[in-house]
């Protein structure tokens, strides 16, 4: 990408540091160039889903073994 400005030179902002570009100022985007952090619980983000209990899942999902004594084995 190619910015073009009525002028020789623009301030721009890089990484919190204020900065004097020459232009025509060249950008390029490449994949994965950029890690943005943000933090988990933020406005406008909809509550996570729980944590799978995999321990319930396998007792609702697996048959029960009865105990020879006459009580439920887990």
Do not use: N, Q
Not at 9 to 22: F, H, K, R, W
Not at 29 to 55: E, F, I, K, N
């Amino acid at each position: 990408m190619v910015a073009p400005a009525p002028r020789p030179s623009i301030p721009a902002g890089v990484d919190g540091e204020a900065l004097t570009l020459s232009v025509p100022v060249r950008c390029e985007v490449r994949t994965r160039a950029l890690r943005v952090l943000v933090p988990r619980r933020r406005p406008g983000m909809r509550a996570s889903r729980p944590r799978l209990d995999w321990r319930r899942l396998a007792r609702l999902g697996l048959p029960t073994v009865r105990d020879p004594h006459g009580g439920p084995r887990t």
